[in-house]
């Protein structure tokens, strides 16, 4: 009799075991490009897309791999997916390199491409870009004693690993900070974007000149006035500058800025404004 109890607490006890093991079951995790992660169970993969589950589901949904960056299997293994905004294949299957990274050099900081976008038409300049890019690189390289321990990384290299791994400043903001670092070897980045609209002003002036003449009697007074009025129209600029910082692929600062001026380079103000604010900042 004690026999038979014993074999049936065991019995219990496995189905307890049982039970636990498939609630608890460890899923995959989809990591988007827009930091998103799902929760799931993956079914198959080809080379366009992923086919999953989401738990207590058995409908599959299907996700494009160009929106992925990265797949944490159950198992353990990571699979990552190629950065270039073009790219719809999966680049490595190994410990989550997205592409060959630069050495890290600690204590580095990058200033990545700024986006300079007009927000009526969503249209963008690469000429701007890269002028923002290369204004917010000049500053933090005037202000480097304030930065200390940070070094900033030339503005060359970080373009040039850009160029490499397939981003500019169209698919900037597509690409994870944590693959950034890793493209550039750096721990620190800087991001900023520049939107805009632009409103259409009229202004106009007058001018008045006239000649006055006396008669001999000194009773008649004639006038001789000319009235001059110019027109012109005035192109506003409405800015609102967005500006992040990262250290160790943590956002350590998020600040957005109207400049106060609508005039073509008030944004420049917003940018010095808001560096001087950041925590890599030391008053000297």
Known sequence: MNFKKIIYVVIMLLISLFSFAQGGKKLDKIIKRDYQIIECTIARM????????????????????????????????????????????????????????AE?????????????VNSGTMESSEEMAKFAQNDLYNKLLDKSANLFPLTVQDLRVTNSLLHKAGIDYKNIDETPIQDLEKILGVDNIVAAKVSFTLTEGATSSTYNSGNAKVSDNNKKVKTSDVSTTNSSN?????????????????????????????????????????????????KK
Do not use: C, H
């Open 46 to 101: 080809s080379d366009k897309t992923v086919e999953y589950s989401l738990p207590g589901e058995t409908m599959q949904i299907s996700l494009d791999v160009s929106q992925i960056a990265r797949i944490d299997f159950a198992s353990g293994r990571s699979q990552t997916f190629d950065v270039s905004a073009n790219a719809s294949t999966p680049a490595s299957e190994n410990s989550g390199q997205v592409i060959a990274s």
């Open 104 to 116: 890290m050099k600690p204590n580095t900081i990058a200033v990545l491409p700024v986006p300079y």
């Open 234 to 282: 005035l192109t506003y600029y409405n800015y609102m500058v967005y500006f992040d910082m990262y250290k160790n692929a943590t956002k350590i600062y998020s600040q957005t800025r109207k400049p106060f001026l609508n005039i073509k380079d008030s944004w420049m103000d917003s940018i010095t404004y808001l560096l001087k604010r950041s925590p890599i900042y030391v």
